[in-house]
T-cell receptor, first 115, second 114 residues
């Protein structure tokens, strides 16, 4: 099956710093999403971004589908940004490029932002 | 978008018992899925909940252990049967209108088996 690798596995920042999280995937995808999991376990959808660039406040994301990677940028980090960031992809199967909405998750990046 | 509600949000269960988790979506969706997240791990897909028919299970998951129902386009249940401490996990329901579009997640159900 498709492989999804996230880096770095852990990241510690001071409040106000910027960071870049990376997601590499091994095959063609129909969907790529970034999630933030808060300490209560809730998965918050950050971006639906199978290709291109999107921005939402201090967060932005870029996916280069032809090179099979995506980047999540966090600017001016805040303590509330702490948690686990997951990249997840919906792979394409077969010559016809069928997908089923089944997400494969990376192992996540644990972000800790200190005041 | 879709808002997904799960019940219970948290429970402590006795070894050998079974627990059913409910997932309610606020609008009709084509796809519904169940994931498991073991402590300190990433999310793993358990199965696709198919409306009106048997669920499709991923490798390593079986119907006897994780029976799933989906009677309509907005509701599904996952039962964790004959629980052991290894079943202590967050169980998450997800849903989407169609493949290639945003997949939404419920807030998760934290199960601890003692």
């Amino acid at each position: 099956g498709i492989q999804v690798e996230q880096s770095p596995p852990d990241l510690i920042l001071q409040e106000g710093a910027n960071s870049t999280l990376r997601c590499n995937f091994s095959d063609s995808v129909n969907n790529l999403q970034w999630f933030h999991q808060n300490p209560w376990g809730q998965l918050i959808n950050l971006f639906y971004i199978p290709s291109g660039t999107k921005q939402n406040g201090r967060l932005s994301a870029t996916t280069v589908a032809t090179e099979r990677y995506s980047l999540l940028y966090i600017s001016s980090s805040q303590t509330t940004d702490s948690g686990v960031y997951f990249c997840a992809v919906d792979p394409l199967f077969g010559a016809g490029g069928t997908s089923y909405g089944k997400l494969t998750f990376g192992q996540g990046t644990i972000l800790t932002v200190h005041p | 978008s879709a808002v997904i509600s799960q019940k219970p949000s948290r429970d402590i269960c006795q070894r050998g018992t079974s627990l059913t988790i409910q997932c309610q979506v606020d609008s009709q969706v084509t796809m519904m899925f169940w994931y498991r997240q073991q402590p300190g791990q990433s999310l793993t897909l358990i199965a696709t909940a198919n409306q009106g028919s048997e669920a499709t299970y991923e490798s390593g998951f079986v119907i006897d252990k994780f029976p799933i129902s989906r009677p309509n386009l907005t509701f599904s249940t996952l039962t964790v049967s004959n629980m052991s401490p290894e079943d202590s996990s967050i169980y998450l329901c997800s849903a989407g209108k169609s493949s290639g579009n945003t997949i939404y997640f419920g807030e998760g159900s934290w199960l601890t088996v003692v």
